[in-house]
């Protein structure tokens, strides 16, 4: 059975001695950095003793994941995927093969959440279980936070980077120092797509990299990672601190279907290696032909589920993970480091300032659209925008396509009555709607 390489996890979220555990239970438990000094003892003393350093201790009930998949009769006379037309196999010799398939479909959707889960607890502090009854009926939602919300992870920068006054070396280095005020080492340096393209084309960044400038701040020298949607852009010198730096472009499919990722394109994050841990509550269950519950402390716990009245085996891989720090606070994050610039049409005039000059009809006024709001244009101009990367398909709510209706309906007002007929009988604005963004 093949698992996929997973950044967050492999990287920063590693299973260790100890980190599985024989119980419905697991037991976190992180500490602040030493920053402490010993002191000067007068030699009448002798000595100061010290105490240990103090750490918090935390239970928690990891969710439970449990894909599944039924082979039936049908399936064994289906020729499988990537199988030959003729393969001359019996049923036993495919239900082998399905059930190997099977295992390695469910591991790397197992290895996936994992991934997420990783994710989510270096970015937000914690994640949100959400738990389902069957594929579509949601149950309870299971809420992991590590430490309270007023923790100092976050670092806010002044200026986006990429707009005047922008300062992408002076807020790396701010983060790695918050992380070192802690006692935390700054090793690795995450940056969202957005973000790691902006800084290929920093002029400052060129600047510094030019080795006749005198200073040496490392090197840009991209490369592919085992991890997919990873790149490995070089090594930078902030102040110091000498980081890795990483482009997180990887994605997964979430539970509506539709395409998310793992890291924010506009984010960057500084951390280290190891940070966290991946941690494994135990998984009782009644095995095929027992009668007896058993109880596993594993990673994954496989269980075949036979009926044979119906002539069916279903093949189930259970597990229930938990990502956790190993410190209080081991990460510096900043969410919005990228100001995105956008197309503007006014006059055919075209400039950066964040909004597009929409006319309801020829002569009308012109309003300005703003990032965020829906307006809706005939089909040329939405596949125009759409291509131009500076709005995107909508897809409305109710209460959002009333109010852009009723506002279609306002700007038709001055209309009469003939001009309203010749524009039913003439192609253009059929409803096509997007978002600028």
Aim: aromatic residues 8%.
């Amino acid at each position: 059975m093949s698992r996929r390489s997973a950044f967050f996890k492999d990287r920063y979220f590693p299973t260790g001695a100890g980190d599985i555990f024989k119980a419905n239970e697991v037991l976190t438990e992180y500490r602040s950095g030493d920053r402490k000094l010993a002191a000067f003892v007068d030699q009448k003393a002798g000595d100061i003793p010290i105490g240990r350093r103090s750490y918090e201790v935390h239970s928690y009930k990891p969710a439970y994941i449990a894909p599944s998949r039924l082979l039936t009769l049908d399936e064994l006379t289906k020729r499988g995927f990537g199988e030959a037309l003729y393969p001359g196999m019996d049923e036993a010799q495919r239900a082998a093969r399905l059930l190997a398939d099977d295992m390695n479909d469910m591991e790397n959707r197992i290895a996936r959440r994992e991934e997420w889960m990783a994710a989510e607890t270096m970015i937000g502090n914690g994640c949100v279980m959400q738990e389902y009854i069957d594929g579509a009926t949601k149950g309870d939602s299971l809420v992991v936070k590590f430490y309270d919300g007023t923790s100092d992870h976050t670092y806010t920068a002044s200026k986006k980077w990429n707009e005047n006054g922008g300062d992408f070396w002076g807020d790396v280095k701010a983060m790695c120092r918050m992380l070192s005020a802690r006692g935390l080492p700054a090793k690795d340096l995450i940056l969202g797509t957005d973000v790691a393209d902006y800084i290929l084309t920093d002029e400052r960044t060129r600047q510094l990299l030019d080795k006749n400038s005198g200073i040496i701040v490392g090197e840009i020298r991209q490369q592919l990672t085992q991890y997919d949607g990873v790149v490995f852009m070089g090594t930078l010198n902030f102040g110091g601190f000498m980081l890795n730096v990483f482009s997180v472009d990887e994605t997964y499919e979430d539970e509506t279907g539709k395409s998310a990722r793992y890291f924010p394109a506009t984010a960057a994050m500084v951390t280290a290696p190891d940070c966290g841990h991946m941690m494994y509550g135990s998984i009782t269950q009644m095995d095929y032909g027992k009668t007896d519950y058993t109880t596993y402390a594993a990673k994954r716990v496989a269980k075949l589920v036979v009926d044979q009245d119906k002539d069916t085996r279903k093949l189930r891989l259970g597990c229930r993970p938990l990502a956790a720090p190993k410190t209080y606070c081991p990460t510096s994050m900043q969410l919005t480091l990228w100001a995105k610039r956008k197309e503007q049409e006014y006059e055919g005039r075209s400039d950066h300032s964040g909004g597009y000059g929409f006319r309801a009809k020829a002569g009308a006024p012109t309003k300005l659209i703003l990032a965020g709001e829906v307006v809706c244009v005939d089909d040329a101009e939405a596949e125009r925008l759409v291509k131009l990367g500076v709005a995107a398909e909508a897809e409305l709510d109710a209460e959002t396509k009333a109010i852009v209706e009723q506002a279609d309906a306002d700007s038709n007002d001055v209309e009469t009555q003939e001009e309203a007929s010749e524009a039913e009988e003439k192609p253009g604005r059929k409803g096509s709607k997007t978002a600028a963004e």
